[in-house]
């Protein structure tokens, strides 16, 4: 069965950098657009970046635009997310997604397909 596992959250001082990482298996990765989104608590899940299948085009949202990097790596089925220069409001659970077709860069987590388990970021101020 399809498989998400994410990686690479922790505890970061303002203005730090983590780089978390998703692994797919059970699915032709090169096939899935993949994204993440991110949920603070008692708030909604909200698109956080977006790439392609082929890796060849990407979205962000505005909140992370300049600070947040969405890469992937098809030979190791393997999507990441560079975040630097944290603030304390990127503190949330994030979440990698799939969506096939691998073209769409939706923002919709409605048009998600498979998602993994979520892994802890927290800034302090």
């Known amino acids: 069965q399809v498989q998400l596992v994410e990686s690479g959250g922790g505890l970061v001082q303002a203005g730090g950098s983590l780089r978390l990482s998703c692994a797919a298996s059970?699915?032709?990765?090169?096939?899935?657009?993949m994204a993440w989104f991110r949920q603070a608590p008692g708030k909604g899940r909200d698109f956080v970046a977006v790439?392609?299948?082929?890796?060849?085009?990407?979205s962000y949202a505005d909140s992370v635009k300049g600070r947040f990097t969405i890469s992937r790596d098809n030979t190791k089925n393997t999507v990441y997310l560079q975040m630097n220069s944290l603030k304390p409001e990127d503190t949330a659970v994030y979440y990698c997604?799939?969506?096939?077709?691998?073209?769409?860069?939706?923002?919709?987590?409605?048009?998600?397909?498979?998602w993994g388990q979520g892994t802890q970021v927290t800034v302090s101020s």
């Open positions: 997604a799939a969506n096939w077709p691998g073209v769409r860069r939706s923002i919709n987590p409605a048009d998600y397909d498979y």
């Open positions: 790439i392609v299948g082929s890796g060849g085009s990407t």
């Open positions: 059970g699915l032709t990765f090169s096939n899935y657009a």
